[in-house]
């Protein structure tokens, strides 16, 4: 997978086709779910489409202007940076207001992209051309925006917009992270700890893990995402975040082992792993708007699980 950075002009161009044509198809699906339910809202979309499509010929036109008939095909799954948009549209019943916040996200990184398009280019045509698809995409962000105000939902503030930025930058690395270290670095230190009943050397095999794991989480985070089109913020203080996050997840459960006796160390190590799988539960519910006894599930399982696993190899 490419970085943004790494695309040349005819690239960016050959991507902004693509995009156009996906956005389309999006869009189009949108207003075939909506038309018997919500018909006016169903018909913006298809005028969406519409306008979508009209933004890829005219992309088409520049790119062989320039760049000749062949155009390369380069998807947004292919670039980092894109989110994957959850195909809402194939459910046989469509939230309008689901749709409307996914739309609005579409749009938000549409325009980033456009924009961060834009200052890659040089040719005057294509860059004309990105500068109007993206203030096409504002006045897409007005009319979702129309749409929040006419279902009588709360208009979003400028606060709103900074908390999605501090959840972009922030809570979602530091959470990776958090899961990261807290999850699996439980079955070697357990694994260890069962296995030598050694307090000292079950702290020593911890700190390493939980070094070493926030080492490399934070390095995999910092490379994952240039953060040109997600908005996340520049790589490498995400991937800091993600790596601090990650090691303080795995110390967490080893500075206990720094007691010398076994149980009593092992005891509190337990528990307060415990207060970091409900906190991670809690963080998700709260910023990741899962359902709290969904998050729960997950993480809360699949945390005693790998405890369960560490605990068994070390005592086998």
Do not use: C
């Amino acid at each position: 997978m490419r970085s943004f950075s790494d695309l040349d002009q005819s690239e960016v161009l050959a991507l902004a086709i693509t995009l156009g044509e996906e956005h389309a198809r999006i869009y189009a699906e949108y207003a075939h779910g909506l038309f018997e339910r919500e018909p006016a809202m169903g018909q913006i979309f298809s005028a969406m489409a519409e306008e979508e499509h009209v933004h890829r010929g005219a992309l088409i036109d520049v790119y062989q202007a320039t760049h000749g008939d062949h155009i390369p095909l380069i998807r947004p799954q292919d670039v980092r940076g894109f989110a994957h948009h959850e195909p809402i549209w194939t459910r046989e019943e469509v939230d309008p207001q689901e749709i409307r916040g996914q739309a609005e996200r579409i749009a938000q990184e549409a325009r980033q992209f456009y924009e961060s398009g834009k200052s890659r280019t040089t040719d005057a045509a294509a860059r004309k051309l990105l500068g109007d698809l993206a203030a096409a995409e504002d006045r897409h962000l007005s009319t979702m925006r129309d749409m929040r105000k006419s279902s009588d939902l709360p208009e979003e503030t400028s606060g709103d917009t900074a908390q999605r930025a501090f959840v972009l930058q922030y809570i979602q690395p530091g959470l990776n992270g958090l899961i990261d270290g807290s999850i699996s670095t439980l079955a070697p230190i357990f694994a260890v700890a069962f296995a030598t009943y050694d307090t000292w050397t079950t702290f020593l095999v911890g700190l390493a893990a939980s070094i070493g794991s926030g080492i490399s989480m934070g390095i995999a985070e910092a490379m994952s995402d240039d953060g040109l089109i997600s908005g996340r913020g520049h790589p490498w203080k995400r991937g800091t975040v993600t790596g601090v996050m990650t090691a303080i997840g795995g110390l967490g459960h080893t500075l206990p082992y720094l007691i010398a006796d076994f149980w009593t160390a092992t005891a509190i190590a337990a528990l307060i792993v415990v207060v970091e799988l409900w906190v991670i539960a809690w963080v998700r519910a709260r910023y990741m708007e899962t359902p709290f006894m969904r998050a729960a599930l997950e993480v809360v399982a699949g945390g005693l699980i790998v405890f369960g696993v560490g605990i068994a190899i070390g005592s086998a």
